[in-house]
């Protein structure tokens, strides 16, 4: 079952950053996938661990990029992150809940920072291209 589909809506005008998103949701499509499939408890923990790491490794990515160009934002966006990782941290112990409300969470705050935070974002970014752009 696809949950979300990437879209240009969704880009920040990053290239790196649209392609760990569009990975990231590629990432949360295949758990989506997987968990309808039915799968024995190791390769469950090994999928959500992948989805733990390689989600650090984005967002901690994005951060330090937000923090290089004073995203005035930054906070709002890393509090987000921190929400999602306490979310699913967890689920990687074992202590995931149900399947269902995982998924449902896994879309639901997807669509929200894309919807919400990806266009702070990409208008920050065409500032900052503009004000670069004076300079040179």
């Known amino acids: ?36 499939q039915g799968f024995c408890t190791e390769s469950r923990t090994v999928l959500l661990k992948t989805v733990v790491s390689l989600s650090r490794f984005y967002f901690e990515y994005e951060e330090r990029w937000m923090a290089k160009v004073a995203f005035s934002e930054l906070s709002g ?14 689920c990687v112990e074992g202590d995931a809940g149900d399947d269902a409300q995982l998924l449902q969470f896994l879309n639901d705050w997807s669509l929200e920072h894309f919807n919400l935070h990806n266009p702070k974002v990409k208008r920050y970014v065409l500032e900052y291209s503009e004000r670069l752009n004076k300079i040179n």
């Open 77 to 90: 966006h890393k509090r987000d992150h921190d929400a999602f990782m306490a979310r699913i941290l967890p």
């Open 1 to 36: 079952m696809l949950l979300i589909s990437w879209h240009a809506d969704f880009s920040v005008g990053i290239p790196i950053i649209d392609e760990h998103n569009q990975q990231f949701i590629k990432l949360i499509n295949m758990v989506s996938e997987q968990f309808g």
